[in-house]
């Protein structure tokens, strides 16, 4: 069964003269366990398409379907609940709370759900993300790789099944950046996580499992690289 089906999704803002489609009847499939690489020139679309496949924006007209499900079908305090439960969202400006530390950021959304904190899994995500030591630091006292992997843990606490990274490395020189994109690759490996990334950089979306190009709001290349 596929994880994400996304039907004829189309996204307009304005009205009349002002009127700009962001994304015009796009259709696509994308597989349990996945890694794929959304590429494209700024302002083809596919910032709008990441924000409405994880939630946070919905489309003018198509479906989105998780696992089965219509999510744009739920009201807003659903898909509230679906943003912390089911999708792991990171972005290029990290957008970590600055006067909560490491371990506070990266348990956030389980403590916005009212839930308890999967402790195990805490001490393996700060593991493996290189964080043990940095645990008690706020923001302002790590560098830009160390807070993108915070918005790495932050993103994979709740154990999503879809991970969506917007430009993850676009603020961080190439050592960081192939770290990050290992990290990521790592989640998608160890935790069969689906992992859909926005990049300009051709290096990253060669690592991928298949590229989706987008022009003008539209698929333009849908490429698979390995299977």
Do not use: W
């Not at 993103?155 to 099944?161: D, E, Q």
Request: glycine share 8%; proline share 4%; charged share 25%.
């Amino acid at each position: 069964m596929d994880l994400l089906k996304v039907e004829h999704l189309s996204k307009v803002y304005g009205k009349g003269e002002n009127q700009v489609k962001a994304l015009d009847d796009v259709s696509f499939l994308i597989q349990p366990g996945e890694f794929v690489a959304i590429i494209g020139p700024s302002g083809s679309g596919k910032s709008t398409l990441l924000h409405i496949l994880g939630g946070v924006d919905r489309p003018s007209s198509g479906h989105v379907y998780l696992d089965g499900r219509d999510i744009y079908s739920q009201n807003e305090e659903q898909l509230a609940i679906f943003r912390r439960r089911e999708v792991g969202l990171i972005y290029q400006f990290y957008n970590l709370i600055p006067v909560l530390d490491v371990e506070e950021n990266i348990t956030l959304p389980v403590l916005m759900d009212k839930r308890e904190v999967n402790q195990n899994r805490l001490e393996e995500l700060l593991q493996v993300l290189g964080l043990s030591k940095r645990r008690r630091h706020l923001p302002n006292q790590l560098s830009g790789g160390q807070q993108q992997r915070v918005s790495i843990g932050r993103a994979l606490m709740n154990a999503p099944a879809l991970v969506l990274a917007d430009e993850p490395t676009g603020n961080l020189d190439s050592q960081n950046s192939q770290e990050i994109m290992e990290l990521l690759k790592m989640s998608n490996e160890k935790y069969g996580q689906t992992l859909i990334v926005i990049t300009h950089d051709e290096s990253i979306a060669l690592q991928a499992d298949r590229i989706l190009a987008i022009e003008d709001g539209r698929i333009a290349r849908d490429e698979v690289i390995r299977r």
